[in-house]
């Protein structure tokens, strides 16, 4: 059986004169560990749930891998749920909480660096863009151009399919948009950047990499690390309906990335390379 995202729990609630007892459902946050070839890589706190993308995203983010044609076969426990057509999985002889993927010899990079990660930061060990940004690859370049009226109509379309967190209130989410403002997927995690490497999972797992023509809206501020996991993934807008750190700015001036911030009640903030939102 999955693990629940959202299981529920007794509470006691005051409603301003008497207390009320019941169960209320809250976000799952449990502990993933990730292994490579079998060997642990790292660990990982997030909400159950699409391990195998958060699994790959993590890892094209990270630049362990390339592409899907890269990866052998996936374990991951019974318990999980998931199965995954595109790539062999195996389920035998690995714990809850586990998923090991496998890829072909002379490939899986190990990063110099630890990148254990809690739901709040996906890039703990980092020191500096250029250890993003290697030499050999340059800013992003994409013809993708939006509308001031598209972008105020994002924050409302990823709202209206975040089945967890209405139930919760505890939950992010990342939506990537077609240049046309469609929502081609969303995902919800108790990290940002968790839901973020599960949508660009998903499009690996499609073997849909670079993502040149897409918008990345996500919930809540947005930090060095979304920006940082959208360049890896090629994906020229990153839009949020808070506050972008100054680290994430730098690093999508640099990145040649379109940094979006405060998106809502039809206002708007550009940090970063703005010539692809034309002006209202």
């Known amino acids: 059986m999955a693990r629940p995202q959202a299981p529920r729990i007794p509470i006691s609630r005051w409603r301003g ?4 007892h019941l169960d209320d459902a809250v976000a ?7 292994l490579l070839n079998g060997e642990p890589l790292s660990i990982v706190m997030r909400t159950p749930g699409h391990d195998i993308e958060l699994a790959l995203g993590l890892l094209s983010a990270e630049r362990v891998i390339g592409s899907l044609v890269e990866v052998t076969g996936i374990r991951i426990s019974a318990e999980s749920g998931e199965r995954e057509d595109r790539v062999p999985v195996a389920d035998d002889l690995i714990e809850s ?11 899986g990079r190990r990063p110099e660096r630890s990148f254990l990660a809690s739901s709040a930061c996906g890039v703990c060990g980092k020191t500096s863009i250029e250890n993003v940004i290697p030499a050999d690859r340059p800013a992003l370049s994409s013809r993708l151009q939006v509308s001031a009226e598209l972008l105020y109509s994002l924050p409302g379309r990823l709202r209206e399919q975040q089945s967890l967190f209405a139930r919760t209130g ?6 990537l948009f077609t240049g046309e403002g469609e929502l081609l997927e969303i995902r919800e995690d108790i990290g940002r950047h968790n839901a973020t490497d599960k949508v660009v999972g998903a499009f690996l797992l499609d073997d849909r990499l670079p993502l040149s ?14 920006v940082q996991k959208a360049y890896a993934a090629g994906i020229p807008i990153v839009a949020s309906v808070s506050a972008p750190s100054s680290l994430a700015v730098e690093l999508a ?19 970063a390379n703005p010539d692809r939102i034309s002006r209202p």
Not at 170 to 175: F, K, Q, R, S, T
């Open 17 to 20: 004169r008497a207390w009320e």
């Open 28 to 34: 799952a946050e449990e502990p993933l560990q990730l």
């Open 97 to 107: 909480n586990q998923v090991d993927i496998h890829v072909r010899e002379g490939t």
């Open 170 to 175: 505890g939950l992010h989410a990342a939506g």
């Open 213 to 226: 023509d897409r918008i990345l809206m996500v919930s809540g501020r947005t930090g060095f690390e979304i």
């Open 253 to 271: 001036q640099t990145a040649g990335v379109t940094l979006v911030g405060f998106l809502r009640e039809r206002r708007f903030n550009i940090y």
